[in-house]
Nanobody, 127 residues
């Protein structure tokens, strides 16, 4: 399975972007999906995750209320709607998938729990 993230770009603070991650293969609906980000000089950090049914979502405190994760299994995509963007949201955003344990944010937010990653898309928020 390959993951291809898109939708990044340059936006002013307060603006919005919608990231998409397209997955190849027929088993997309079997996987829990997540978005992570990595700013220069910083470790990769959790942003949001959604379980395979789409009924459970998790968010980092820093994006709660501003970002929304969703999935469309018919199109094999997972999306991240980002509103009220801040300069500190600037990072490369990665999508990832896991078939591992996903019960609770402890597991949903751990990069080591995800076994396949997309190439990343740059998001830059200017002040």
């Amino acid at each position: 399975v390959q993951l291809q993230a898109s939708g990044g770009g340059l936006v002013q603070a307060g603006g919005s972007l919608r990231l998409s991650c397209a997955a190849s293969g027929r088993t997309f609906s079997s996987y829990h999906m997540g978005w992570f980000r990595q700013a220069p000089g910083k470790e990769r950090e959790f942003v949001a995750a959604i379980n395979r049914s789409g009924g459970t979502t998790y968010y980092a405190d820093s994006v709660k209320g501003r970002f929304t994760i969703s999935r469309d299994d018919a199109k094999n995509t997972v999306n991240l709607q980002m509103n009220s963007l801040k300069p500190e949201d600037t990072a490369v955003y990665y999508c990832a998938r896991t078939s591992g344990i996903f019960s609770g944010i402890y597991y949903a937010s751990r990069p080591s729990n995800f076994d396949s990653w997309g190439q990343g898309t740059q998001v830059t928020v200017s002040s």
